[in-house]
């Protein structure tokens, strides 16, 4: 299976400021990787597919990018509802895996 | 609005069955691959199983292979987990998603517990 690593599982930062996430694969997934935001009480949200295309809804603070093994998820002058657990996820092969998550907090 | 809606499930012994089922609306269901995907407490998300719009094609995660079923009625715009022979670690909040290979929308999720 394809391991996918989230070097920081929390991450605390200011509103305003920008943050970066990111994510290695163990081995080549091109650009076959999503990001996903969870907020408490609320539905697994998709940001970002192949690499770096904006899910229709996901504000242009969000940007990823990266290919092959490793990515990166930023956020650009965060807001207050930036705030949660954020995922990455390579679909290049079966089973699909996940990251473990980085939790994003306010400073 | 799309939503997904999932229920069925509960405490449960080791050993036993469960089916889970997951209500979709919104969209047109049966245009959609649909999947499952749970995560154990205090745990990261791992895949569960897969199934094409028209059910031709089904995956399943090797830890449930062979005691699990995925199955799905675009009928009722409806999607199923049978889950057999449950153990402990089998423990987890599983979600319904839609589409093949991200999953573009997700339900709240249904609490499985499986304990003695």
């Known amino acids: 299976d394809v391991q996918m690593t989230q070097s920081l599982s929390y991450l605390a930062a200011s509103p305003g400021e920008s943050v970066s996430i990111s994510c290695k694969a163990s081995k080549s997934i091109s650009n076959y990787l999503a990001w996903y935001q969870q907020k408490p009480g609320e539905a697994y949200k998709l940001l970002i597919y192949?690499?770096?295309t904006l899910q229709s809804g996901t504000p242009s603070r969000f940007s990823g990018s990266g290919s092959g093994t490793d990515f990166t998820l930023t956020i650009r002058s965060l807001e207050p509802e930036d705030f949660g657990l954020y995922y990455c996820?390579?679909?290049?092969?079966?089973?699909?895996?996940f990251g473990s998550g980085t939790k994003l907090e306010i400073k | 609005e799309v939503q997904l809606v999932e229920s069925g499930g509960g405490l449960v012994q080791p050993g036993r069955s469960l089916k889970l089922s997951c209500v979709a609306s919104g969209f047109t269901f049966s245009n959609y691959g649909m999947n499952w995907i749970r995560q154990a407490p205090g745990k990261g998300l791992e895949w569960v199983a897969y199934i094409s719009s028209g059910s031709s094609y089904i995956y399943y995660a090797e830890t449930v292979k062979g005691r699990f079923t995925i199955s799905r009625d675009n009928a009722k715009n409806t999607l199923y987990l049978q889950m057999t022979s449950l153990r402990s670690e089998d423990t987890a909040l599983y979600y319904c998603a839609r589409r093949d290979y991200y999953f573009d929308y997700w339900g709240q999720g249904v609490m499985v517990t499986v304990s003695s």
């Open positions: 996820q390579q679909y290049y092969e079966k089973p699909h895996t």
């Open positions: 192949s690499g770096s």
